[in-house]
Each structure stands twice: as C-alpha cells, then as structure tokens.
C-alpha cells in the first residue's frame, strides 16, 4: 500500500522534470528513533523544557504506524527556481494524502519547529540546503473521521475577466 501511494506522489508535476522530492518511510523502531531526535530537538529550542514536554514530543511519531518525512531537493541548474521544487514536493504531498484517503487510510501533514531542525534534518540524511517541508502520518483510522467544515473558496478568490 505505501509503494502505491508513494507512487501517486511521484505523479505530481515539477518544472523541468527535477522531481525534487525525497521520502522517508519510518516503521517500528525508526519511528522511537525519529521521536528520540525530535525530543532532542525540543530540548534545543527550550533548554529547561519538562520532562513531560519531552515525551510528548517522543510520542509524535508513534502516533501512526507509519510516518513519512518529505524532503525536497535544493535546485541543481540555474534554471530550476528553489520555490518551484517546494511546490512540486507539496504536490507529491497533496497526491499522497488523496491516495491515502482513497484507501481509507487516515493521514495527515504535520510540520512543526522540528521540520526545521538541522539534526532532524540529518538523521534523516537530508543535507542542510535541502528543506523538510513535514511528516505524513500514516495508518487505518480505528473509529470514522468527521471532516470539518471548511471555509469556502469565495473570499479567497479575484475573478479577472475583459
């Protein structure tokens, strides 16, 4: 199931064909693995943070069985645009959380201060001009999902016409 929805995510378009992203499947231990970083990575931004914070932050990624960090590949040609390779990983994303929800999976796309953590970022082999735009948690939902009403469209929205 992950190999199908990975491969939905590799049909998102990307300028100049780069295909600037890069996932990272975390199952069993290489999840703790990834929660014992975050926790560190939490003690970094607030040194006297409790204990109790800490394993908070530990638990995050146990809170699926599958947790995918989506990097994104810093432009390797001049003419590759940065903020392109982002929106084409973000695409991946989007395609990957709608291949999910097609299998009735839950899913969701967490970002957070660790996103932003260089020793995050390394323990997952990311080089530091390479971003890590978040973490896709993966798994059955044990009870149905009630979407939230979302917001319309109307005042997001200019129409331009003559």
């Known amino acids: 199931v992950i190999e199908k929805l990975l491969s939905a995510a590799a049909q998102a378009p990307s300028h100049h064909r780069v295909r600037p992203w890069r ?58 645009i940065e903020i392109e390779n982002v929106c084409a990983a973000a695409a991946a994303v989007e395609n990957l959380l709608l291949a999910a929800q097609a299998l009735g999976m839950g899913c969701f796309w967490r970002t957070g201060p660790a996103a932003y953590d260089p020793e995050v970022k390394s323990f997952l082999g ?8 978040g973490f896709v948690y993966l798994g059955y939902p044990e009870a149905e999902h009630v979407l939230q009403e979302r917001p319309s469209f109307e005042d997001r929205t200019i129409w331009m016409d003559d």
Not at 126 to 133: R, T
Request: glycine share 4%; aromatic share 4%; proline share 9%.
């Open 23 to 80: 996932f990272y499947v975390l199952q069993g231990k290489a999840r703790q693995r990834l929660g014992e970083v975050m926790a560190q990575s939490k003690k970094r931004e607030v040194p006297d943070a409790p204990e109790a914070v800490l394993e908070v932050e530990r638990a995050k990624p146990l809170r699926a069985p599958v947790v995918i960090a989506v990097g994104v590949d810093a432009p390797q040609e001049a003419k590759v």
């Open 126 to 133: 990311l080089a530091p001009e390479q971003h890590l735009i």
